[in-house]
């Protein structure tokens, strides 16, 4: 089958490798002009490690992150409130690495090999699905016939947009945003640490990457669901709502200017009732976003490729696949999603108390014991993956 894939971010390409597997010609369409670099980073674990096993790419994952040494929560004077080891919550030998999402994207598109069509600063206008075929007409002016068209461009999905309705209807905020940039030789630095600031409205992470860049990662309370368009508005609310805070961030306010970009949007979740409406799917965060409160949307994202080619590969027609698909995997999602909404209280508690509650979460977490009984229950995906597609 032909079947058009809208973004080439974590979802996409993965779809793409597991159709090229069992015989489809899949085209891929990314809206910028090339693969991103640079971003925030990812925590890379659960049932979309082994999706990445199963493509062979594990190793290059392992080799392309960190493994950090020391979760370290700082006061506001700078000095430590305790210290905790992720290895005692992942477990030593486990499978789980942090990451660039840009070089996990970069890393699944090489195991493509050349052998996906891949069009850049492209996009869908319209889609029209006759039955038959979907015709697209492309932002470029080309017009062509797929058998299939999957939305795998992300929380404001275009394809779900034209499909299924408009964003809001699908679309939770839940009450804050995120700034995510690097600065270039930022100092303090201690490497392999990842510090995290909290305070009643606002979290700030920290993390030391190569090349001398330190990756930063602001959470924080915010009413209005608008995103700033500018980089003048992106820095001005960074400015307004992290006003009074402690620790380095009026040092890294002051530097903001050095970052090349800021990447800046709301915490939502998307969820809906059906992810596919005829020769149509979504797929990723575009179908079902589970927010960067679970630590895990990349690794979903990957699952729900491989499921959804696994499907293609052993249905009768792609009606039974998309039916399979959703009945696989939508109450795992919902699950991730109510698992995620309960833990918004650790990047951006909203009073004393839940500071305090989150702060005492957090220090229990430090004691091995714990961290294996909570990680136990947290951090197992209960999921079953099916066999690998082939032809
Ligand atoms: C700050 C932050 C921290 C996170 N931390 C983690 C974490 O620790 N662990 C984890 O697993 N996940 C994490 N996530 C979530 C993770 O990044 C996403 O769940 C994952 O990237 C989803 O993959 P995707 O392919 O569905 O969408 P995306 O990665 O968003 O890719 C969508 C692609 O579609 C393209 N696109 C968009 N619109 C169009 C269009 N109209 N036409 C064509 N192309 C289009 C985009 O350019 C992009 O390349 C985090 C997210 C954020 C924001």
Redesign the pocket.
């Known amino acids: 089958m032909k079947v058009l894939i809208?973004?080439?971010?974590?979802?996409?390409p993965t779809l793409a490798y597991w159709l090229v597997r069992s015989g489809h010609a899949p085209t891929l369409?990314?809206?910028?002009p090339g693969l991103?670099r640079g971003g925030?980073l990812?925590?890379?674990w659960g049932v979309g490690f082994e999706v990445a096993e199963r493509m062979g790419i594990a190793t290059q994952l392992l080799h392309s992150g960190y493994r950090a040494r020391e979760g370290r929560q700082q006061r506001r004077d700078g000095s430590r409130l305790f210290s905790f080891n992720p290895e005692s919550i992942f477990g030593p030998g486990a499978r789980y690495v942090s990451l660039a999402?840009s070089d996990l994207a970069a890393v699944i598109c090489g195991a493509l090999e050349d052998r996906v069509e891949t069009v850049f600063g492209d996009?869908?206008r319209t889609l029209e699905d006759d039955g038959a075929h979907v015709r697209v007409n492309f932002e470029s002016g080309a017009v062509r016939d797929f058998d299939l068209v999957v939305g795998?461009?992300?929380?404001?999905?275009?394809v779900r947009h034209l499909v299924f309705g408009a964003g809001e209807r699908f679309e939770k905020y839940l009450g804050f945003k995120?700034a995510?940039f690097d600065l270039e030789g930022y100092r303090p630095r201690e490497e392999l640490v990842t510090k995290l600031y909290t305070e009643v409205g606002y979290q700030v992470t920290t993390f030391p990457m190569r090349d001398d860049a330190m990756m930063f990662?602001l959470t924080f309370l915010d009413d209005g669901k608008e995103i700033p368009q500018t980089r003048e508005q992106q820095e001005a609310l960074l400015h307004t709502r992290f006003a009074n805070a402690g620790w380095e961030v009026p040092s890294i306010l002051e530097q903001l200017p050095r970052a090349e970009s800021i990447y800046m949007?709301r915490v939502s979740q998307i969820r809906m009732p059906s992810w596919t409406c005829g020769r149509v799917a979504l797929?990723?965060?575009?179908a079902a976003?589970t927010s960067?409160l679970s630590?895990?949307?990349?690794?979903l994202?990957m699952v729900e490729a491989y499921v959804l080619a696994a499907e293609l590969a052993r249905a009768k027609n792609h009606v039974e696949a998309f039916d399979a698909y959703e009945r696989r995997l939508m109450p795992f999602l919902r699950a991730k999603q109510k698992a995620a909404e309960r833990l918004a209280l650790a990047f951006a508690p909203r009073n004393r108390i839940q500071l305090c509650l989150r702060n005492a979460v957090m220090r229990a977490m430090a004691l091995p014991l714990v961290a294996r009984l909570a990680a136990g229950k947290s951090f197992h995906d209960a999921i079953e993956l099916p066999p690998a597609p082939s032809q």
Request: glycine fraction near 16%; include cysteine.
């Open positions: 809208v973004g080439a971010g974590i979802a996409g369409v990314e809206r910028a991103r925030y990812i925590d890379f999402r996009t869908v795998a461009d992300g929380l404001h999905s275009q995120i995510a990662a949007d797929l990723g965060d575009a976003c960067l630590g895990q949307g990349s690794a994202a």
